[in-house]
């Protein structure tokens, strides 16, 4: 099995940068110098954790917010370099691995991965995605737009649909499951992937997904997990 996110790299520490900035450039974000600062500090913050077989057991910079992310069941964290605010009305969270890996999510979704044998380059809704709490109510359909590598496959379109499920008891959640967790299944209707699933924490102080699970091929399947796990919804 190939270990995607804990590599190791032989090179300097401005080989690194290099390398991170260039995954940067691939997404589209030249020019973002606090960005690319932001990304360096990450990179230099998970670095160390490549030794160890469960990283997220490791001390945590609490000026850092983590993801803890399995790849084929293979854990390993990642650390938040910013909140792409490109689009207001839809933020795109952009997490780093001390690899030079980037993951990006929108409302919980993987809206782009680089770095990895199977690459969504970049992942769209044009007629965005349903909220969370209508998704509870009933279910709903909607589509994706993915550009995928390798083999240049752009603009491929996704009929999804996603609906409220019970606790999964077969998931990759690290901890006891909390009680005030709801849960999601989105299934794409070509069956070419397994389902993607979610959770996502409802309470007083609002909506957050705290989880997902999404293969983005046959052989590369991925979960993440806010981490440390009891940490309080933050936008």
């Given at each position: ?13 401005s ?28 990179w230099r ?14 001390p ?6 983590y993801l ?111 009680a005030?967790l ?22 007083p102080?609002g ?19 806010t ?6 919804p933050?936008?």
């Open positions: 099995m190939r270990a995607l996110f804990v590599k190791r790299l032989a090179f300097s520490k080989a690194a940068l290099a390398c991170v900035l260039g995954v940067v450039s691939m997404l589209g974000l030249q020019g973002c110098a606090p960005h690319q600062s932001a990304a360096f500090d990450a913050q998970l670095s160390p954790f490549g030794a160890k077989a469960d990283p997220s057991q490791g945590l910079n609490p000026k850092y917010r803890r992310v399995t790849v084929n069941a293979q854990p390993v964290l990642m650390v938040l370099g910013y909140v792409d605010m490109a689009d207001s009305q839809a933020p795109v969270q952009v997490w780093y691995s001390g690899a030079g890996e980037v993951l990006r999510l929108r409302h919980g979704r993987l809206a782009g991965l680089v770095g990895s044998p199977t690459e969504w380059r970049d992942v769209r809704w044009p007629q965005g995605t349903p909220g969370w709490g209508a998704a509870l109510q009933q279910p709903s359909s909607y589509e994706r737009v993915l550009d995928q590598m390798p083999g240049y496959r752009l603009g491929t379109v996704q009929s999804l649909q996603i609906e409220a499920v019970p606790t999964p008891r077969d998931t990759a959640w690290a901890g006891p499951v909390p005030d709801r849960w999601f299944r989105e299934s794409v209707s070509s069956g070419a992937l397994p389902p993607a699933r979610y959770a996502v924490r409802m309470g102080q909506v957050e997904p705290v989880y997902g699970e999404q293969c983005v091929a046959a052989d590369l399947c991925l979960t993440w997990q981490w440390p796990p009891h940490q309080e933050r936008s």
